[in-house]
């Protein structure tokens, strides 16, 4: 089945550097678009960066735009999200998902429609002095 295993968050101070990593499982992870969420406790869930599958063009949430970069390694099924010069307000649990039914530049927002139903158990970052 449809697995994703987040890891690599922890509590950092402002101006700090995070890199999360997502090992996915269970479907052709070289055939799909990737991509990065955020939940904070009684808030939706927000989309942050997205990368196509051959990884050619990324977009990101203009919050964390010049800050974040997404990347993906398609030989070890694994997508990354290094995060630079952190900020409060980028506290949260970040979650990767693939997009199962476009090809392509996704759209943006995507619906969560597209996406797989299973989320894995999201990885914790926090972000304060």
């Known amino acids: 089945q449809v697995q994703f295993v987040e890891s690599g968050g922890g509590l950092v101070q402002p101006g700090g550097a995070l890199r999360l990593s997502c090992a996915a499982s269970g479907f052709t992870f070289s055939d799909l678009v990737m991509t990065w969420y955020r939940q904070v406790p009684g808030k939706e869930r927000e989309l942050v960066a997205t990368?196509?599958?051959?990884?050619?063009?990324?977009m990101y949430a203009d919050s964390v735009k010049g800050r974040f970069t997404i990347s993906r390694e398609n030989a070890k099924n694994t997508v990354y999200l290094q995060m630079n010069g952190l900020k409060s307000e980028d506290s949260a649990l970040y979650y990767c998902?693939?997009?199962?039914?476009?090809?392509?530049?996704?759209?943006?927002?995507?619906?969560?429609?597209?996406?797989?139903?299973?989320w894995g158990q999201g990885t914790q970052v926090t972000v304060s002095s």
């Open positions: 990368i196509t599958s051959d990884g050619d063009s990324t």
């Open positions: 998902n693939a997009v199962r039914l476009w090809r392509g530049v996704p759209p943006w927002p995507i619906p969560e429609s597209y996406l797989y139903d299973s």
